[in-house]
Nanobody, 131 residues
Framework: EVQLVESGGGLVQAGGSLRLSCAASGFTFDDSHIGWFRQAPGKEREGVSCISISDGNTYYADSVKGRFTISSDYAKNTVYLQMNSLKPEDTAVYYC????????????????????????WGQGSQVTVSS
């Protein structure tokens, strides 16, 4: 059974930091892509950051470049999203998602993450940034 268990959300003041964790099980972690998406009230779910576990290839949305860092820990089958310099507009429910069989897809050029690429989703973690 595939499981993605998220942790680390919470309430923080603008300019602060949080780290989200996504612990994965039930599939071959090393072959997968893991993505972080977020959804604010009344808005569509958007891709924030993605990582190819096998080669470390990463993607960041323009809105988070330079502030967020995605990383993985093979030993723990866990992906992290370190979020620094948080802004009120980062407030959303954050979801991690897994694509266990991504094939040759690369996060390059005009790549934009799609929710349809990912087969499995975590339960979501609320991140609230106060001004």
């Amino acid at each position: 059974e595939v499981q993605l268990v998220e942790s680390g959300g919470g309430l923080v003041q603008a300019g602060g930091s949080l780290r989200l964790s996504c612990a994965a099980s039930g599939f071959t972690f090393d072959d997968s892509h893991i993505g972080w998406f977020r959804q604010a009230p009344g808005k569509e779910r958007e891709g924030v950051s993605c990582i190819s576990i096998s080669d470390g290839n990463t993607y960041y949305a323009d809105s988070v470049k330079g502030r967020f860092t995605i990383s993985s820990d093979y030993a723990k089958n866990t992906v992290y999203l370190q979020m620094n310099s948080l802004k009120p507009e980062d407030t959303a429910v954050y979801y991690c998602a897994a694509d266990p069989n991504p094939g040759p897809l690369r996060f390059s050029g005009s790549y934009q993450p799609s929710i349809y690429e990912y087969d499995y989703w975590g339960q979501g973690s609320q991140v609230t940034v106060s001004s």
